[in-house]
């Protein structure tokens, strides 16, 4: 089974510190990683691989600094690794990052499954794994949560809902979207680590892909930004002082005004 | 660079330093200029993202959108379309909130409202959508459609696009909702913004205005598409109010039938399954109370499920106590759990993490109960208590069950 | 402070780092409550391969030295010194095997616990046999070509979750410490059972128990070196682990002065945090120098035996003592920096102090060590 997992490199959000002035994300010093919901796409690649043979190539799309993030998933598993990285491609909002990432598959050629994180920390959209199967034509299935069987070109999956889950059957090639509830992530291994170490990472850019530069980075990207803004501070909250019991008194009449 | 700073211009103010999310601009010296120094961009770390274009109070940081080649005649583009999202045969709350928001936004555009509604008869429904505030409902019932599957889906609503032109398409932030319209966005080239917490017009251009929580939460951004047709948004449920129906409202049905390939899909739907547990939506709760490390065990969580219960409300967990094992994953609130926006948001023994409050931030009352008076939960709370969770919550408990007698 | 680590060496570091802590320390309370073997948290070190480390590369091992196996018990031990323990134990049940043992016995057992597979364990001590080694009263009787076990182990790290033993005992009853030899026991030999499990005051995520031996047949390819040798491969490889067990002590250190350091920051008293008190703050900066002293202490003696020295045995046990004197001295500081709280189980300060304990009696208790270095002292004085 040869398994495409792409993923995206992330500021470690759980270290952003914020500018007590100015109220924005301080970057400096923040450390990248892989995005956290793809941690679950990479270890479900390598577990199928384990279980069916094949193998795993990751795919990203990014500056140069972001061979770290191909490294670490290398260090868990994957076998090979591609980054796509062009200053052409900067600039991409999710329209022009799956059609770019389509394009790297498609260079890749062979490939049963596409495994994605359901969406990226930093941008919450979900919108690339759906947008690279619509660009590739291929089927999606997004928010599995376990992936039931596999065999002779189909694959049963489990679909996470609001109210439950769903059991969908498709077709392969596919690209689906994971869930933290599919696995739980492994750490390297330390010959995993020391084959990272010596990886030679695939870097493609414009000219190794067969794009339309019309749909590519800034000019490819059909949103803009307009405005930046800090969200206004909620005015200070009014402190409840006293003993357990009048706190209690007054937190009832809150609570009834409010509900 | 599509991207230059023009050096006549800049005063070396540093405002657009403060707003790049990607610290991506530094203050070189300069001679001559009143602060001695002017902005310059590294293009090693610039995603062009434009977020100091706006920043700069003196237009001298220009983002060169302007080569690209631009389709600027949109005027048979016309309607604000609503995607009628629906289960089972019922539709979904989340698109009589969206409803009412596309009303006050075709009122700005001199537009009407569509709903799009797919499925398989589901002729009360259509009814409710009018009286929820469409002016026209286009309706696709086939058996094929009955539940979502992302390609026929896609494929109808492509052709119903292309064929009626709407100006804006709004959509659930739903498991559904997330995996259609990126689809469709995709085939037909059109700006999408994911989760929007603001729509407006801008009257004068007649466009959307699209505004998001960016770059993890702390700073918003308002989002455009000025040059591709419809403009596309999702929104998550519970941040605009449903629109309130009203049964004197006329509407038009517009029946659209579909045959063959179109309805084709390569994905099957073998079963759907409803789960008890994950029932208690916290998302659909008007009120939560929701626990964190501070509550210290699994075994005092069942304070928070009495204290929920009295108030008729749900139980939400920050990732500390998911994490730990105290609750399921499906009550957790935050970046990486649900957003959640109730009237009232109970935070017991919750730190207040930045991803905590990116998920909650915008219920309409925040009570705040800490041991830790310095706890960043306190800045966001509507009232802060700081003391003993163990105490005070059994207390209120009791209290608000007497008052119910 | 620079210890000079090669590359392996760092990338062992900031694995055992990550493995402490995202799935050790999130689990290692429970493991302290619940006195369970911790399954789980073995599989993923072994998935990891730390359980190479310590094995040579012709026998599926990485090949590493002493230093690096001090590095992981070390990282491993800031989380838990429990779980620490079972990683370490396996190391010094291996030992002897990749020490003394022959071509046909490391092609048999290294590859498996190399991979993690099964685990080691090693047992010399017994009910009347403590820091006196030779009153062991464990008998291996030759019979044609096998050997007769009959006694008992106690105090047994892995003891029961181990699938390997490496066992000392008397080959020849009149010959005292001469007498000793070792042998590989595999778990399920018919006549090799399990007695107490003990109830310890520290190290809970560690199992400790009795190895009971009745008529245990055991084949004498299983003999480790030779007849007698039993009392060398015994002091050889608590040469070679002896820096790990100073390694452990000095991970229960760095944790707990970890957790003393991050409390002072957050808790507040008289309107500042208590880190800004001068006593907290001296206290902490002593706590922190013996840390680094004992790390370089124990790095340099890893360093001196992996280059091939094997005249260690002052050195390791100096390593062991001050290493763990400074585990004691600090964990009990770092509870009194968290007052009240620090003596509390739902905080973690006091888990320390008590994992620390065992690090000054185990594999030769402190006044053990302080013999061991004073007779070499004056032996190399005597020269």
Known sequence: MNIIVCIKQVPETTEVRINPETNTLMREGVKSIINPFDMYAIEEGVRLKEKFGGKVTVLTMGPPQAEAALKEAISLGADEAVLLSDRAFAGSDTWATSYTLAAGVRKLKEYDLIICGKQASDGDTAQVGPGIATHLDIPQVTYVKKIEEVKDKTIKVERMTEEGYEIIESSLPLLITVVKEINTPRVPSLRGLMRSKQAKITVLGVKDLDVETANLGLCGSPTQVAKIFTPPARPEGEKIKGTAEEIVVKLAEILKREK | ?405 | MDYLFTEEQKMIRDLCRQIAREKIAPIAAEYDRSEKFPHEAIKIIADSDLFAIFVPVEYGGTGGGVLDLSIATEELSRACGGIAVCYAASALGTFPIVLFGNDQQKRKYLPDLAKGKTIAAFGITEPEAGSDASAIKTTALKKGDHYILNGTKHFITNGGEAGIYTIIAKSDRSKGARGASAFIVEKGTPGFTFGKKEDKLGIRASITSELIFTDCKIPQENLIAKEGMGFVVTMKTFDMSRPGVAAQALGIAQGALDVAVKYARERRQFGKSIASFQGIQWMLADMATKIEASRALIYSCAKMIDSGNTNVAKESAMAKLFASDTAMQVSTDAVQILGGYGYMRDYPAEKYMRDAKITQIYEGTNQIQRNIIALQLIREAAK
């Open chain 2, 1 to 405: 660079m599509p991207i230059q700073i023009i050096v006549e211009k800049c005063t070396g103010c540093t405002l657009c330093l403060k707003t790049c999310p990607f610290d991506a601009i530094r203050m070189m010296d300069k001679k001559g200029l009143p602060t001695g120094r002017q902005a310059v961009i590294n293009f090693d770390k610039c995603t062009l993202c434009g977020a100091c274009v706006p920043a700069c109070k003196f237009k001298a940081i220009l983002l060169q959108k302007e080569v690209c080649p631009v389709k600027v005649d949109f005027n048979d583009y016309k309607g604000v379309w609503v995607f009628a999202e629906q289960k089972k045969g019922k539709v979904q709350p989340i698109a009589f909130e969206l409803l009412g928001k596309a009303r006050e936004l075709a009122a700005d555009l001199g537009t009407d409202v569509s709903a799009v509604l797919l499925g398989d008869r589901l002729e009360e429904e259509i009814q409710e959508l009018i009286w929820r505030g469409a002016d026209k409902v286009y309706a696709v019932e086939k058996f094929e459609l009955a539940n979502y599957q992302d390609e026929p889906y896609t494929n109808v609503i492509v052709e119903l696009i292309n064929k009626y032109k709407p100006e804006a398409f709004l959509c659930g932030a739903t498991s559904i909702g997330r995996s259609l319209i990126s689809r469709i966005a995709i085939k037909i080239k059109a700006g999408l913004t994911a989760d929007c917490t603001e729509l407006a017009v801008d009257k004068e251009k007649k466009i959307l205005l699209q505004t998001r929580p960016a770059f993890g939460g702390n700073i918003m951004a308002t989002i455009v598409c000025p040059n591709y047709r419809p403009q596309m948004a999702t929104v998550r449920h519970k941040v605009f109010p449903e629109a309130i129906s009203d049964m004197k409202r006329k509407g038009k049905v517009i029946r659209e039938n579909f045959d063959g390939a179109i309805l084709n899909s390569r994905t099957r739907l073998l079963d759907i399954i409803d789960e008890i547990e994950s029932t208690v939506n916290i998302a659909d709760a008007d009120i939560i109370v929701a626990g964190g490390r501070g509550m210290k065990s699994p075994e005092n969580f069942k304070l928070l499920e009495e204290l929920a219960k009295a108030l008729g409300g749900a139980v939400g967990a920050s990732r500390a106590a998911v994490d730990s094992g105290w609750m399921p994953y499906s009550h957790q609130v935050g970046q990486t759990g649900k957003t959640v926006c109730p009237k009232v948001y109970i935070a017991c023994g919750i730190s207040g993490q930045i991803q905590h409050l990116v998920g909650m931030q915008s219920s309409r009352t925040i009570i705040a109960i800490n041991s830790d008076p310095y706890a960043p939960i306190f800045k966001v709370a509507n009232y802060g208590i700081v003391g003993d969770i163990l105490e005070i919550v059994p207390l209120l408990t009791k209290k608000l069950k007497e008052g119910t007698r």
